[in-house]
């Protein structure tokens, strides 16, 4: 059974930075895009980036330039390193794992990040 569990949320003011860790539990970690989604208060869901087992990125836009998508196979962690932050940034963060084979997907509980103006 895969779990994963976010660290590393918090209230920033804008510009500061945050990096979200995603501990995967389970086996096969390679096997899976991990990825990370938010979601702001009244509105949906969003992806905010993935990353294949061999380091292919790919980014919203509004992230670009900002954001950073890393995993470590090794240690079965992804992450995400969060500069520039914006109050618009502000949203409940989601670690996301899809089994590439299977297409089983997989959510962490959240972490909040908020970033005061």
């Known amino acids: 059974q895969v779990q994963l569990v976010e660290s590393g949320g918090g209230l920033v003011q804008a510009g500061g930075s945050l990096r979200l860790s995603c501990t995967f539990s389970?086996?096969?970690?390679?096997?899976?895009?991990m990825g990370w989604y938010r979601q702001a208060p009244g509105k949906q869901r969003e992806l905010v980036a993935d990353?294949?087992?061999?380091?292919?990125?790919n980014y919203v836009d509004s992230v670009k330039g900002r954001f950073t998508i890393s995993r470590d196979n090794a240690k079965k962690m992804a992450y995400l390193q969060m500069n520039s932050l914006k109050p618009e940034d502000t949203a409940v963060y989601y670690c996301?794992?899809?089994?590439?084979?299977?297409?089983?997907?997989?959510w962490g509980q959240g972490t909040q990040v908020t970033v005061s103006s």
């Open positions: 990353i294949t087992a061999g380091g292919i990125t």
């Open positions: 389970g086996s096969s970690f390679t096997a899976y895009l």
């Open positions: 996301h794992g899809l089994q590439l084979r299977t297409h089983m997907n997989y």
